[in-house]
Nanobody
Framework: QVEVEESGGSEVQAGGSLTLSCTISGLTFHSRAMAWFRQAPGSGREGVSCISASEITQSRSDRFTISRDNTKNTLYLRINKLETADTAMYYC?????????????????????WGQGTRVTVSA
């Protein structure tokens, strides 16, 4: 059984930084692309950052840094210079199968396993 669990969300002031974590169990962690998404109140889900099995990354902004620790089956998202517009529920996602080593995607249609999310609230 695959389990995906995010943590690290909190209320922070604009301009600060935050690191989110996501632990995934029940699958071969190192061979799959993974990603972070977010959904703000009243908005659709959007891709934030993704990382391939070979650790090639894509992000919607250079304020976001995604990384992975295959020894701990853990995915991270560092958010710098937080803005009020970053307020959202943040979700971690991964694939149902191993992916090409250099591939990742910011499309939520590509991903099968999702966590319940961790909430980030940024105050002015």
């Amino acid at each position: 059984q695959v389990e995906v669990e995010e943590s690290g969300g909190s209320e922070v002031q604009a301009g600060g930084s935050l690191t989110l974590s996501c632990t995934i169990s029940g699958l071969t962690f190192h061979s799959r692309a993974m990603a972070w998404f977010r959904q703000a109140p009243g908005s659709g889900r959007e891709g934030v950052s993704c990382i391939s099995a070979s650790e090639i990354t894509q992000s919607r902004s250079d304020r976001f840094t995604i990384s992975r620790d295959n020894t701990k089956n853990t995915l991270y998202l560092r958010i710098n210079k937080l803005e009020t517009a970053d307020t959202a529920m943040y979700y971690c996602a991964t694939m149902a199968y191993s992916t090409p080593i250099n591939w990742c995607s910011l499309s939520d249609e590509s991903f099968t396993y999702w966590g319940q999310g961790t909430r980030v609230t940024v105050s002015a």
